[in-house]
T-cell receptor, first 112, second 112 residues
C-alpha cells in the first residue's frame, strides 16, 4: 500500500463548480499535512497547510480526519487558473529531521 | 521567485558523461533536499541534508553523489547515468522540523 494515496484524476469541471479531492495516508505517526499545487512542467508550490480543526483560505478549504487518516481539499467557484495537479503531502519527524512524503497528485482541469 | 535557484534548467547527457546539478537557497533555511520526479510517478525523496550533514539517503544508486558544502548550497554530481534516470530533479529547502518545503524550478534531465 502506498504511504500517501490520491485519485490521479483528471477531474474535469466547468468554471464556477465546486470540486473536492481526498487523500489517504497509511502512517498513523504522521504529524503535519499540506496541499501543494504543481503546474505543468513547474515546481510544486505550497498551497496550504492542513489543520485538525479545518482551515480555509479564500475559495480553498482543507480538512484533516486523523481517525480515518484522510485529508481533503475543497475548491469553490473554480477558476480556469485553478487547473493544475494538487499534491497531498504528509510529514513525520524522525531522527533525520523532517520527512515529507508526496502523493502522486490529482489533476484538475477547469473548462470554460 | 521562490528563493531557491537551480541550474541548469535543462540537461542532456550521454551515459558516459559526468555533470553536476547546482542548487542555492536564499531563504536562511537549514535543510536541503533532492527529489526526483519521473513521469506519472510521485515525487521521490533522494537525499536530505540538515545543517550540512546528510541525514537521509533513500537507497539512491551511487551514480548520484550529493554534496552540501554549506547550508545554502547543494550539488548533485552525476556519472554513468542510465536512460531510466531521465526525470525532473528538484531541489528544495526548509527549516529543520515538520515544516514547508520551498522548491527550485528543477532540472529536466535527459540521458541518452
Amino acid at each position: 500500500r502506498k504511504e500517501v494515496e490520491q485519485d490521479p484524476g483528471p477531474f474535469n469541471v466547468p468554471e464556477g463548480a465546486t470540486v473536492a479531492f481526498n487523500c489517504t495516508y497509511s502512517n498513523s505517526a504522521s504529524q503535519s499535512f499540506f496541499w501543494y499545487r504543481q503546474d505543468c512542467r513547474k515546481e510544486p508550490k505550497l498551497l496550504m497547510s492542513v489543520y485538525s480543526s479545518g482551515n480555509e483560505d479564500g475559495r480553498f478549504t482543507a480538512q484533516l480526519n486523523r481517525a480515518s487518516q484522510y485529508i481533503s481539499l475543497l475548491i469553490r467557484d473554480s477558476k480556469l487558473s485553478d487547473s493544475a495537479t494538487y499534491l497531498c503531502v504528509v510529514t513525520r519527524n524522525n531522527n533525520a529531521g523532517n520527512m515529507l512524503t508526496f502523493g502522486g497528485g490529482t489533476r484538475l482541469m477547469v473548462k470554460p | 521567485e521562490t528563493g531557491v535557484t537551480q541550474t541548469p534548467r535543462h540537461l542532456v547527457m550521454g551515459m558516459t558523461n559526468k555533470k553536476s546539478l547546482k542548487c542555492e537557497q536564499h531563504l536562511g533555511h537549514n535543510a536541503m533536499y533532492w527529489y526526483k520526479q519521473s513521469a506519472k510517478k510521485p515525487l521521490e525523496l533522494m537525499f536530505v541534508y540538515n545543517f550540512k550533514e546528510q541525514t537521509e539517503n533513500n537507497s539512491v544508486p551511487s551514480r548520484f553523489s550529493p554534496e552540501c558544502p554549506n547550508s545554502s548550497h547543494l550539488f548533485l554530481h552525476l556519472h554513468t547515468l542510465q536512460p531510466e534516470d531521465s526525470a525532473l530533479y528538484l531541489c528544495a529547502s526548509s527549516q529543520v522540523g515538520p515544516g514547508k518545503l520551498f522548491f527550485g524550478s528543477g532540472t529536466q534531465l535527459s540521458v541518452l
